[in-house]
């Protein structure tokens, strides 16, 4: 069993709509990040969560730290926005990642 | 917010060349760097953790011969892929940590490509 796990694994939306990606983790973390990963293979990171909850723009990320999850949303998505988002946990000592959430948005 | 940038963003060598990637942060120094390298359509996987001034600690099954890491300063870390082979072609990814701050910051990744 993986110690991350994402879902959905594959999304497809149309320009506009409210997009939600979700992470559990196994582990006890000292962070969570979220990545998005461009189709050329660049990394930027988005966000970094220790607790409760953070907005850049579009984008927000929640963590509920005794239900071990997380979520990415996004809105008013973009085609600009299809990227593979990435869900990593931290222990501190290790990371751990998960397999990535595949979005692709729709004119 | 912090920065870290790789150079070069892509590469492509010939069979038994080696080939280094330099991971910088630019506006932080950094105490702990970690490389990752990516194979299509597959998740990060860590390479190695690299502590400025220390020796870098890899991960199982990782050879420390083949992928060479120095840590010379707060704000650079390099990865020395030598006599690179097709098999090491991937996508080689750095993050580093803010002294005191506990913030991972991610690179933009480099494409190696080994003909």
């Known amino acids: 069993k993986n110690e991350v796990e994402q879902s959905p694994q594959n999304l497809t939306a149309q320009e506009g709509e409210f997009i939600t990606i979700n992470c559990s983790y196994s582990?006890?973390?000292?962070?969570l990040h979220w990545l998005q990963q461009h189709p050329g293979g660049g990394i930027v990171s988005l966000f970094m969560?220790?607790?409760g909850k953070k907005k850049h723009g579009r984008l927000i990320a929640t963590i509920n730290i005794q239900e071990k999850h997380s979520s990415l949303h996004i809105t008013a998505s973009h085609p600009r926005d299809s990227a593979v988002y990435i869900c990593?946990?931290?222990?501190?000592?290790?990371?751990?990642f998960g397999t990535g959430t595949s979005l692709t948005v729709i004119p | 917010g912090a920065v870290v940038s790789q150079h070069p963003s892509w590469v492509i060598c010939k069979s038994g060349t080696s080939v280094k990637i330099e991971c910088r942060s630019l506006?932080?120094?950094?105490?702990?760097m970690f490389w990752y390298r990516q194979f299509p359509k597959q998740s990060l996987m860590l390479m190695a953790t690299?502590?400025?001034?220390?020796?870098?600690?890899?991960e199982q099954g990782v050879e420390k011969d083949k992928f060479l890491i120095n840590h010379a300063s707060l704000t650079l870390s390099t990865l020395t892929v030598t006599s690179a082979h097709p098999e090491d072609s991937s996508f080689y990814i750095c993050?580093?940590?803010?002294?005191?701050?506990?913030?991972?910051?991610f690179g933009p990744g480099t494409r190696l490509t080994v003909l």
């Open positions: 969560l220790s607790s």
């Open positions: 690299s502590n400025e001034g220390s020796k870098a600690t890899y």
């Open positions: 506006d932080f120094q950094a105490t702990t």
């Open positions: 990593v946990a931290s222990t501190g000592n290790q990371f751990y």
């Open positions: 993050s580093a940590e803010g002294l005191g701050r506990g913030e991972q910051f």
């Open positions: 582990v006890g973390i000292s962070a």
